[in-house]
């Protein structure tokens, strides 16, 4: 039996556990949204960060990698990694994943991807902001992981090098990018 799991946020870039192969593809109607705070890796209780979950969202794709773990034993590792990484995160979703855009049918079905809800049990849900605040918290937060803007302009970057334009990422960086060089003129 082999594992799938589908990354579209720090995954893309940091997969922390051993796999036999990594697509870049999307999944097909939902869209990246940095509506879910992060008190563990890029903030802290007081001042949770931003990092970005998954929103239903009819005709949109959200690009992203699938990463392939053929071994039970590899298998057995990144579970269990990925249940502490990914713990903020409260639903587990089995999804088609495409690599070419005129496709019909998926490259791979049944990848798993981690999702962060707006469900009341998920407590560190933020939901929707101007892109205006989401940015200026994204600035201020820093978490063990390290500042949230390195989270983000690192997911900036990573989609670009894929080829992925994702307005949402690119507006919150660029007002990010605009609150830093005002701070430091």
């Known amino acids: 039996m082999v594992m799938w799991v589908f990354g579209y946020g720090s995954l893309i870039w940091k997969a922390g556990f051993h796999y036999d192969d990594r697509l870049v593809g999307f999944i097909k109607d939902y869209r990246r949204v940095f509506y879910q705070g992060s008190t563990d890796h890029r ?25 392939k773990v053929s071994r039970k034993e590899d298998e057995e590792v990144a579970l269990t990694y990925l249940e502490v990484r990914e713990k903020q995160y409260d639903k587990k979703a089995y999804v088609d994943f495409f690599t070419e855009p005129s496709a019909s049918s998926p490259a791979v079905t049944g990848v798993m991807v981690y999702i962060a809800s707006p469900d009341k049990s998920n407590k560190n849900y933020l939901g929707p902001a101007t892109v205006e605040e989401i940015a200026k918290q994204i600035v201020l937060a820093e978490g ?26 690119m507006k919150i960086a660029d007002n990010a990018r605009k609150l830093i060089s005002g701070v430091e003129e």
Do not use: I
């Not at 970057?157 to 080829?163: D, F, I, R, V």
């Open 43 to 67: 903030g802290t209780p007081e001042f949770p960060g931003r990092t970005v979950t998954l929103e239903p969202a009819q005709g949109e794709v959200c690009w992203g990698v699938a990463y």
């Open 144 to 169: 063990p992981s390290g500042p949230n803007r390195d989270y983000l302009f690192n997911l900036e970057k990573t989609l670009l090098q894929m080829g992925c334009k994702d307005e949402h990422v």
